[in-house]
């Protein structure tokens, strides 16, 4: 959430940054009306305010003086002076919670080196990694590679699930829990992330301090009862939620979390993209990376998430390259986004597997996580990063597409073989 002082003293910065977002801004026009509302009425209730108290230290005069009817009138007057501020103070309180209400629909302000620009076209590529391997053979995608070994079955979870959900079997299933083990293994070990489990199903208040609520209602998969729960879209909404509401220790900061969980979305709007395989589905898996940091450290702690997620890739031998979202492409609350794209075969291309993100205070301002730096120091707000460290399913997807051999087998990448009791090659189920 934005800080309600920012914007009111940057509104010409804050529609110029909405603009470049491609957000309408309709919202700020109705939260200067709001505003200026709110003023004229905290000014006429303090008016008010000032009349009741003269009145009453005047029916205290007129009492001692003995004008007990003159007295009468004007507690009758102070009466409807103070019905008067309830109803000023009542319009205050409404002009707060829409006010409060429009600020939670706005997006985070986009930091000043991102690019500017409509949509994914105007992302900006940072570097590349790996060269593409050139096949002397045809290239199969994930889901006829998968279904030939037997490790992939579509059919079966469409009867008993639906659409856009999978069973993985022997080796298939295997090789999902081996990266799981291989990406905790690495953050935690080499990167310095303490492992977490969090739960996996969360409640409202934990969804609007990230911002899934309430802009993206539609995207949950909900709990139908009394109690509110969502099964959760990322692990970066109850990891994120870890402090929220405490006050921490600057000398505590920063501190950094990874977590596997399974992952839920109902992907509303995006039928007809990807819809083979296991590119966009309603369950997957990831290795989430976040962050607590001071507000003067998130910068470089960005750069850091981002190279300990791309260091996964690096490990698995796969090409990938880094880029940096434009304004229009950015996710609503960040500030900052880096995507790191994983090349797939079959696609001739290059596919989002990561989105690192530094959401500044805007995710610590909704769910008021602060720090204080000591000696009395007034509490501000942490800064948030998070990002996947990585999605493991479209890294499952990469490793058959770049490893595939001309018999239809999976060649295990080296670092992937003790995970996999010494497996080196996928060559049906097992």
Known sequence: MLDINFVRENLNAVREAFANRNFQTGALDRFVELDTERRRVIGEADHVNQLRNAASKEIG??????????????????????????????????????????LAGLPNIPAADVPVGKD????????????????????????????????????????????????????????????????????TAEHGYTETLPPFMVNRTALFGTGQLPKFEEDLFQINDERGFALIP???????????????????????????????????????????GLIRQHQFEKVELVKFTLPEASESEHEKLTADAERILKLLGLPYRTVALSTGDMGFGAR?????EVWLPSQQAYREISSCSNCGDFQARRMNLRFRRGGGAKPEFVH???????????????????????????????????????????????
Request: charge should be negative; include cysteine.
């Open 120 to 187: 994914e076209s105007a992302n900006v590529e940072i570097r590349k990694s790996g060269e593409p391997r050139i096949f002397d053979f045809e290239v199969k995608d994930h889901v006829d590679l998968g279904e030939t070994l037997g490790i992939l079955d579509l059919e079966r979870a469409t009867k008993i699930a639906g659409a856009r959900f999978a069973i993985l079997n022997g080796a298939g299933a295997r090789l999902e829990r081996a990266l799981i083990n291989f990406m905790l293994d690495v953050h």
């Open 384 to 430: 948030t990063l998070n990002g996947s460290g990585l999605a493991v399913g479209r890294t499952w997807i990469a490793i058959l597409e770049n490893y595939q051999q001309p018999d239809g087998s999976i060649a295990i990448p080296d670092v992937l073989q003790p995970y996999m009791n010494g497996l080196e090659a996928i060559v049906g189920i097992k």
């Open 234 to 276: 990322t692990a970066e909404v109850p990891v994120t939620n870890y402090y929220s509401g405490e006050i921490l220790e600057a000398n505590d900061l920063p501190k950094y979390f990874t977590a596997y969980t399974p992952c839920f979305r109902s992907e509303a709007g995006s039928y007809g993209r990807d819809t083979r």
């Open 336 to 340: 900052k986004t880096y995507d790191i």
């Open 61 to 102: 005069g007129l009492i001692q003086s003995g004008k007990k009817d003159e007295a009468e009138a004007k507690k009758a007057e102070v009466a409807g002076l103070k019905d008067q501020q309830t109803e000023l103070e009542n319009a205050r309180d409404a002009a707060d919670a829409e006010m409060h209400d429009l």
